[in-house]
Structures are given as C-alpha cells and as structure tokens.
T-cell receptor
Framework: GQNIDQPTEMTATEGAIVQINCTYQ??????LFWYQQHAGEAPTFLSY????GLEEKGRFSSFLSRSKGYSYLLLKELQMKDSASYLC????????????FGKGTTLSVSS | DAGITQSPRHKVTETGTPVTLRCHQT?????MYWYRQDPGHGLRLIHY???????DKGEVSDGYSVSRSKTEDFLLTLESATSSQTSVYFC???????????FGPGTRLTVL
C-alpha cells in the first residue's frame, strides 16, 4: 500500500530553525510536494522535489532522498505567521496525476 | 494565485438529501480534482478529471459522483448525503503529474 508519515505536531520559537520530516513508502515515485495550510484555509504550494538533494526557496528549503524514501522541509528564521499545518504529498504512477497526502504536521511558533 | 472558486462555501443539509458542490476555474487546466479533508486523515482523493467528460475514481469515491461538461467546471454530487460525508471539500487544478496542484478555498459541508 501507500504510506506517508509525518509528525503530528511540532513547536518552535520565533527566529529558530525547524525541520519537518516526511517518510514515504509508495509503489513508484514521480515527485514530492510540500504544502502549507493555515487553519481554515486552502493548502498553498511551497516546494517540489523530484531529484535527490536540497531545493532552497527563501526561508524554506526542502530535501529529498529517494533511496531512503525521505524528505524534510526546513524553515529558517521562524515567524509567528509560520504557524500552520505542513502537508507532505507524493505523486506516483499508480495515482495518475493525483497526490497522496500525509496527515500533516501542525507547527506552532511562539514568541 | 490560480483562478479557482468553489460554491457554496458552507452548507448544512440533512441526511438523505442530494448535494452538489461546484468547482470553477479560469486557468484552463486540464486536470481537476476533488479531495476531502478530515481530522486524522489528511487530504484524500474522491474523484478526478483528466478532460471534459473524462473522470476516474479516487481512494474514497463511494457515495460520490462527478461530472465535467466544460473545461472550467467540475461538479461533485452526493446523491444521498450521510453524516459520514460531513467534511471540508477541496477542489484542485493542475496540468499534469509533475505539475503543482492549486487548491480552491474549500467547502465546509455538514450533514445532520
């Protein structure tokens, strides 16, 4: 079957760095996405990884290791507005063009 | 932001009544998706469309049907709503497997 695991909750303080891990066991792999979702709002796209390595985009970076079925999202210089859920999602050949989502990690940033 | 809207945004209905949710896009994307989001489950795919009149089932399709008669509209119908279908429904659009999916604002449906 398809399985994507993330920690349920994390806490951090303003200005800190936090790493949100995602492990996946899927039949095939086309790419991995990270989305941010504030409470009561729609998910918004953060990053996409298809090759091994680190993708950096401002304060956010995402890493992928296909051989380990592992990714992480790194958030630097945390701000209060980063308090949100972070969703890891994988596309596989079996899923067509749809995404398989993990249950999400709720990050709380305190001052 | 992608031009994608959902209607209604909130709906309360009773068990056994039919319900139709609408997703409308102005981006001319080929693919459209319906997901539901429930606590403890994350986002799960209900149905998706890969073109006008072309649709396929997702992980949790039982009790739902869809239609796509125009590129810009994707309808999700609950023929006879049940309390287990109380959820937040998100529509998404995209251009392919490796392309970003963009989500609509969501519809909060409560079935009493």
């Amino acid at each position: 079957g398809q399985n994507i695991d993330q920690p349920t909750e994390m806490t951090a303080t303003e200005g800190a760095i936090v790493q949100i891990n995602c492990t996946y066991q899927t039949s095939g792999f086309n790419g991995l996405f990270w989305y941010q979702q504030h409470a009561g709002e729609a998910p918004t796209f953060l990053s996409y990884n298809v090759l091994d390595g680190l993708e950096e985009k401002g304060r956010f970076s995402s890493f992928l290791s296909r051989s380990k079925g592992y990714s992480y999202l790194l958030l630097k210089e945390l701000q209060m507005k980063d308090s949100a859920s972070y969703l890891c999602a994988v596309n596989t050949p079996q899923a067509g063009t749809a995404l398989i989502f993990g249950k999400g990690t709720t990050l709380s940033v305190s001052s | 932001d992608a031009g994608i809207t959902q209607s209604p945004r909130h709906k309360v209905t009773e068990t056994g009544t039919p319900v139709t949710l609408r997703c409308h896009q102005t981006e001319n994307h080929r693919y459209m998706y319906w997901y539901r989001q429930d606590p403890g489950h994350g986002l799960r795919l209900i149905h998706y469309s890969y073109g006008v009149k072309d649709t396929d089932k997702g992980e949790v399709s039982d009790g739902y049907s869809v239609s796509r008669s125009k590129t810009e509209d994707f309808l999700l119908t609950l023929e006879s709503a049940t309390s287990s279908q109380t959820s937040v429904y998100f529509c998404a659009i995209g251009s392919g497997a490796t392309d970003t999916q963009y989500f609509g604002p969501g519809t909060r449906l409560t079935v009493l």
